[in-house]
Nanobody, 121 residues
Framework: QVQLVTSGGGLVQPGGSLRLSCAAS????????VGWFRQVPGKEREGISC???????NYADSLKGRFTISRDNAQNTVYLQMNSLTPEDEAEYYCTQEEGSECSGSGIDMWGQGTQVTVSA
């Protein structure tokens, strides 16, 4: 079965950190860009980061350097390191396999299931 498995969410205190993982099965991510999105109920889904097959990455301006995306092709996994978390980061987080090798926004082939991040004291 071809799928993306997202994990690493949970409850964290404000100022804390989490690392989300996006692992692919039945598909090699090495030739694809991978993105991360988040969504809060009642709000629009927000694209927050993307990493190309060549390792080039981009981030939403709102993240202010707190998040870092990386990929481990040997593990067929993309990570999102999230630091200095605030309640505004609380959301369901999703990873995506993009259509091509670049973060061009050309389209999404597959979504992973969401992982919930809760930021609370």
């Amino acid at each position: 079965q071809v799928q993306l498995v997202t994990s690493g969410g949970g409850l964290v205190q404000p100022g804390g950190s989490l690392r989300l993982s996006c692992a692919a099965s039945g598909l090699s991510l090495v030739d694809y860009a991978v993105g991360w999105f988040r969504q809060v109920p009642g709000k629009e889904r927000e694209g927050i980061s993307c990493i190309g097959a060549d390792g080039d990455s981009n981030y939403a301006d709102s993240l202010k350097g707190r998040f870092t995306i990386s990929r481990d092709n040997a593990q067929n996994t993309v990570y999102l390191q999230m630091n200095s978390l605030t309640p505004e980061d609380e959301a369901e987080y999703y990873c995506t396999q993009e259509e091509g090798s670049e973060c061009s926004g050309s389209g999404i082939d597959m979504w992973g299931q969401g992982t919930q991040v809760t930021v609370s004291a």
